[in-house]
């Protein structure tokens, strides 16, 4: 009977495969992986592999979208009763990007 301890890839061996395969499909390079992986070692590996590929989703956090796409070109920001609005804006004219945050936590993608 084969000992299934050796024949099971490791917790850190099959989350290496899966962060590698992620870095092919995304071609980000290892080092830029890790300082991310680095800088924020809290955040989820959703969150990472999104920000690996240069993406956003909704419920990132404006810290976790900034790692994605990188400093807004402009943010305009309503402050309400309820909370903070902001519009974040990225590229120029014609080939525009927006993320909206309500109270920091992204809530809508237009582009």
Known sequence: MEDVAESTPTRSEGARATEVKS??????????????????PSWDDNVLSAIACGSVYIGMTAAQARAGWGTPDD???STYSFGVH????????????????EDGILTSIQN
């Not at 980000?28 to 991310?36: D, N, P």
């Not at 974040?88 to 927006?98: A, K, L, N, P, Q």
């Open 75 to 77: 943010i305009n920001r």
């Open 23 to 40: 870095l092919a499909k995304c071609k980000l390079s290892i080092a830029s992986a890790k300082r991310v992986v680095k800088r924020h």
């Open 86 to 101: 902001e519009q974040w804006v990225y590229g120029e004219y014609g080939e525009r990007g927006y993320l909206y945050f």
